[in-house]
């Protein structure tokens, strides 16, 4: 009550929403940026890159969600499940700049009811949006454009594509973003570091555990509101 008191009387120009996107932003039974790209049906005979995706997620998935292992003991097998689904995803899956226009259209993926009309009402309000995932950059942009809605900043994994047609998937951003480790010192523009150092008021939305660190290792905001999604 006392942090939602000071939101309310130091007003929206001293708040910033720091929010994940799967599952968060999305309904519960959406699937993950990661999901609608092994969803798509030019990958559906695909089983080289489907077995392979389906083994590397038997072994980690149970690691993530184990409550015998500490968050410190996760990090080096979420970094390498990571690694090694984006490595299959170069080798196997044959995907173009192309495809993730595909992708954006996915039934796959739902708003959560209001999600649009509250970063719309966000943006009208001069109010930061800060999307923090451990998904693909470029899939949750596509998505943000079909529905003519933007964020301040996308902190997740950037694709690197071939420049040259057919502009095939070659690598990704060196920065490796998963669920227990990504928080607001990754953000790479100076204009987002600038806003969260001025507001001193964080909304922080997740569905995960790792999603309620993700305002850790910053000098601001001062208070910070944690709400998880079921």
């Known amino acids: 009550r006392c942090k939602l008191s000071h939101f309310i009387?130091?007003?929206?120009?001293?708040?910033?929403?720091?929010s994940d996107f799967d599952r968060?932003?999305?309904?519960?039974?959406?699937n993950s940026a990661h999901g609608v790209i092994e969803q798509q049906p030019s990958l559906a005979h695909n089983d080289k890159f489907r077995n392979?995706?389906?083994?590397?997620?038997d072994k980690?998935?149970?690691?993530?969600?184990d409550p015998a292992l500490t968050i410190e003991q996760k990090l080096p097998h979420m970094q390498e499940w990571y690694k090694l689904n984006h490595q299959n995803m170069i080798d196997n899956a044959g995907l173009t700049k192309s495809s993730i226009l595909d992708v954006a259209i996915s039934p796959m993926v739902s708003f959560?009811?209001?999600a649009i009309k509250t970063i719309r009402y966000l943006e009208a309000h001069s109010t930061p949006l800060v999307v923090l995932s451990a998904g693909l950059a470029d899939v949750i942009a596509k998505i943000f454009t079909e529905?003519?809605?933007t964020a301040t900043e996308i902190i997740?994994?950037?694709?690197?594509f071939d420049?040259?047609?057919?502009?095939?998937l070659i690598d990704f951003s060196s920065s490796l973003l998963h669920m227990y480790n990504k928080n607001l010192t990754m953000a790479a523009l100076e204009s987002t570091k600038e806003l969260i150092s001025i507001r001193p008021n964080c909304l922080l939305l997740g569905d995960g555990l790792g999603d309620a660190s993700m305002s850790d290792h910053v000098t601001s905001p001062d208070t910070t509101i944690k709400i998880g999604f079921l």
């Not at 392979?52 to 997620?57: D, E, F, G, K, V």
């Not at 980690?60 to 969600?65: A, D, H, R, S, V």
């Not at 997740?156 to 690197?160: E, G, L």
């Open 163 to 168: 420049p040259t047609p057919p502009h095939k």
């Open 9 to 18: 009387t130091s007003g929206p120009s001293s708040l910033f929403i720091a």
């Open 60 to 65: 980690y998935f149970p690691m993530e969600i």
């Open 52 to 57: 392979t995706a389906l083994t590397l997620y």
């Open 156 to 160: 997740s994994n950037n694709m690197i």
């Open 147 to 149: 529905e003519n809605l």
């Open 24 to 30: 968060t932003i999305t309904t519960g039974t959406s």
């Open 112 to 114: 959560r009811h209001d």
